[in-house]
């Protein structure tokens, strides 16, 4: 099967505009995205996710390297009509409308009048902004401008869908929003292609993940697998323990955090949490929460540059 | 079709801009003009009239070509509207042809409107300049294409600042072409080289000036106006070729 999207050895130089001096910032990147597959892009802030995601849109030229999407040039316009896009911190006409934006994008892929309606219409309820059809773009919060920007993405009903951190600086109802869409996607059997440099958006949802650091693509093996690596301890809140239990859940803990009544232990995700657990409710107590504490995506990403084993964790 | 909508898309841009209420400055300027007409003498007031219309048409005209025209592509590059563009199945010169397409319509209601208006006085006070008239203000409108023309292509690769100051300097030299050459061709040698270079290279914007004709009721002959208008055709398609090539290179970071 073709795939949706091939990434072969590409490289991009940029030069500084007063040094000249030549940039990398997309080092021998190869991939391959297949037909129906949710891909997350990971990478820390200037990793070059946006770079990439712009050479795959035809915004940039290579400088080398290859771009092929369901098996053609990136920038042929016939594939083209098969992709849709939203850039990171989208910005659009606002003098505009809603619907005249919406339009405005379908007329680009040549949809005819009636359609155009129709999809404008539909993709708006979609996105939560069917009311808010005829209000002008320059009204509109952040959230609701992407939200118009997935919709915009979504015009020419592509095949495949490219997001470039389609959830960043949304508050937690937009990114639930953002993140359920991306699911709708998924399930309808389109290719999702989406970066972020926040874990938690990411590992829900994907597939499969790459991770990107100074260019270059670390590692492509299944998502849960790495991930589950990461899960080094658990936070257990507990309450209503005899002092016997206490002092023999804090020989399981590494750190244990007392108060009156209520109990944190600090346990490795190993087996422990649910020996605890049993400890705990053989003496009638309650388990308040149980939280997994994770490295953090930036820890990750120092481990995989400098092959180290897991250090510093961080709640995730 | 998609030309079609990205020229819509302009115009609107330029409508809800309010651009065209500098029409207002066009009308408050024939009014007070034609209370001032009233205390001079018959014959003075026909030249009077078409020399003043024509001219503001013209400056006008020329405001909006330019300073519209230098922010067609970078406002789009600067907005980052550009990337949901041409990420979409539009080739890059569609795109640009579209942009120009635009404000050309733009031009048009623009010089439409004042030139109806100006034709409406021309013939209550000098009827006899009425075809000299229209003819002029239709090469106007010609020469106005040719100046948003390069408006684009300095916009499709530098900031409006210097797409500002590159365009009013062709527009100068344009309007001077002409006497460079002249002047060049009596010096000789290297200096005659570079103003004949000048004079083919840059746009002549005399030759859409037919002022005269109409002050003094003079015939236009059509073989000049067609002329007139195979050049300001192919000087345009040449320069949207040029801004074309350019933008097909053009990364967009």
């Known amino acids: 099967m073709i795939p949706a999207l091939r990434i072969e050895h590409l490289v991009k130089d940029f030069r500084h505009p007063m040094t000249l001096r030549r940039m990398r910032v997309v080092d021998d990147l190869s991939l391959e995205i297949r037909a129906g597959e949710t891909f997350g892009f990971l990478g820390p802030n200037g990793a070059g996710k946006t770079t990439t995601i712009k050479l795959v849109n035809g915004l940039l030229r290579p400088t080398s390297g290859r771009i092929a999407i369901f098996g053609r040039e990136a920038r042929d316009l016939a594939v083209r009509a098969r992709v849709g896009f939203l850039p990171e911190q989208p910005w659009f006409y606002d003098y505009l409308r809603a619907d005249e934006f919406l339009d405005f994008y379908a007329r680009l892929f040549d949809i005819p009048r009636a359609e155009r309606r129709l999809r404008v219409k539909r993709l708006l309820d979609r996105v939560g902004l069917g009311d808010r059809a005829r209000d002008p773009l320059r009204k509109f919060s952040k959230g609701m401008t992407q939200r118009l920007g997935v919709a915009q993405a979504l015009i020419n009903d592509p095949e495949l869908v490219i997001l470039d951190e389609p959830m960043s600086g949304l508050d937690p109802i937009g990114r639930r929003d953002v993140r359920d869409i991306i699911l709708e996607l998924k399930r309808e059997g389109r290719t999702v292609f989406f970066s972020s440099h926040l874990l938690p958006d990411v590992e829900m949802i994907c597939d499969r993940v790459g991770i990107l650091v100074a260019g270059r693509l670390l590692d492509q093996t299944d ?20 002092p016997a239990v206490y002092r023999q859940a804090s020989a399981l803990a590494k750190r244990t955090v007392g108060s009156g009544s209520e109990f944190l232990f600090e346990v490795p995700a190993d087996g422990t949490v649910e020996k605890l657990i049993d400890l705990v409710r053989g003496d009638g107590g309650r388990i308040i929460s149980i939280t997994p504490r994770r490295e953090s995506l930036e820890a ?5 540059v400098r092959g180290a084993k897991p250090g510093e964790e961080e709640p995730s | 079709m998609k030309i079609v909508a990205i020229a819509i898309n302009t115009f609107r841009e330029a409508v809800r801009d309010k651009v065209l209420y500098s029409l207002l400055f066009f009308a408050l300027g024939l009014i007070a003009a034609s209370v001032a007409l009233n205390r001079l003498a018959i014959g003075q007031q026909a030249k009077i009239i078409t020399d003043l219309g024509l001219a503001s048409i013209s400056i006008f005209g020329t405001l909006i070509a330019i300073f519209v ?6 406002k789009e590059i600067e907005r980052r509207t550009i990337f949901t563009i041409v990420s979409k199945p539009v080739g890059r010169g569609s795109f640009l042809v579209g942009k120009y397409l635009g404000l050309v319509l733009t031009l048009a209601v623009e010089v439409g409107i004042m030139g109806a208006c100006f034709l409406g006085m021309v013939a209550v006070y000098a009827d006899g300049a009425l075809g000299p008239a229209s003819v002029a203000i239709g090469v106007i409108f010609l020469e106005l294409c040719v100046i948003t023309a390069v408006a684009l292509l300095f916009s ?9 100051l590159f365009t009013v300097a062709v527009w100068v030299i344009g309007h001077l072409t002409p006497d460079l050459r002249e002047i060049g ?4 040698g290297v200096l005659a080289s570079i103003t004949e270079a000048v004079y083919l290279l840059l746009p002549n914007l005399t030759r859409f000036n037919f002022k005269a004709q109409v002050t003094y009721h003079l015939p236009i002959e059509p073989a000049l106006v067609a002329g007139v208008v195979a050049y300001g055709l192919v000087y345009i398609a040449f320069v949207l070729m040029a801004a074309t090539l350019i933008f097909e290179r053009r990364d967009f970071t």
């Open chain 1, 300 to 304: 990750l990403f120092l481990r995989e």
């Open chain 1, 223 to 242: 998502l849960h697998e790495r991930l589950a690596a990461r899960e080094t301890e658990s936070e257990v809140r507990v309450a209503g323990i005899s």
């Open chain 2, 69 to 74: 025209g230098i922010g067609l592509v970078s």
């Open chain 2, 156 to 164: 499709s690769f530098s900031t409006p600042f210097l797409s500002g």
């Open chain 2, 185 to 188: 061709a009596k010096g000789g």
